[in-house]
């Protein structure tokens, strides 16, 4: 999926948070290229440039184990 249609679906979601949460560090990657090229200075693009590249930034998360009851 390109960066563009990657920041489409993100904006077509109703939790803008959990849309980005759910992107692979290659989506993450692709969309944050595509914003970077718009340069976004305020209102949404903006915001989920941020939350992308804070995305991009924190370390990658590990996989839960399942508990045992």
């Given at each position: 999926m390109s960066g563009e249609a990657i920041y489409h679906s993100i904006c077509a979601a109703t939790n803008l948070?959990?849309?980005v949460s759910?992107?692979?560090r290659e989506e993450l990657a692709e969309a944050?290229?595509?914003l970077?090229?718009?340069k976004p200075t305020g209102g949404v693009p903006a915001q989920i440039f941020g939350m992308v590249s804070a995305r991009l930034s924190a370390p990658p998360r590990k996989a839960?184990?399942?508990?045992?009851?």
């Open positions: 948070d959990a849309a759910r992107l692979s944050a290229q595509y970077s090229g718009l839960r184990k399942a508990k045992h009851s």
